[in-house]
């Protein structure tokens, strides 16, 4: 059975920076792409980062290249999400997800998702 489990969000100021793991296990890893989204209240799921299994390209949203990063650990079965610079408007949920399609900015080509994590960022 797949599974996604996020950790690492939090709290942190304007500026600062945090750092999401996401663990997988099952046919999530072996994955096409996995990626980053996230959500906040009202808003649709937004796609931020992705990465390849096959040649380990990765891929952004203009909203955070240049800050966020994302990595993935073929050993440990993770991907990470490293954030600098953060903003108030990055504050929002948090998803790992995991897809076999080759849409990977679209959450609904996703077949494989996290339970989220909330990531708070003050003023």
């Known amino acids: 059975q797949a599974q996604l489990v996020e950790s690492g969000g939090g709290l942190v100021q304007a500026g600062g920076s945090l750092r999401l793991s996401c663990a997988a296990s099952g046919r999530a890893f072996s994955s096409y792409f996995m990626a980053w989204f996230r959500q906040a209240p009202g808003e649709e799921r937004e796609f931020l980062a992705a990465?390849?299994?096959?040649?380990?390209?990765?891929f952004y949203a203009d909203s955070v290249k240049g800050r966020f990063t994302i990595s993935r650990d073929n050993a440990k079965n993770t991907v990470a999400l490293q954030m600098n610079s953060l903003k108030p408007e990055d504050a929002a949920t948090y998803y790992c997800a995991a897809t076999g399609s080759q849409y990977y900015t679209s959450f609904r080509e996703y077949e494989y998702w996290g339970q989220g994590t909330q990531v708070t960022v003050s003023p």
């Open positions: 990465s390849r299994r096959t040649d380990g390209r990765t």
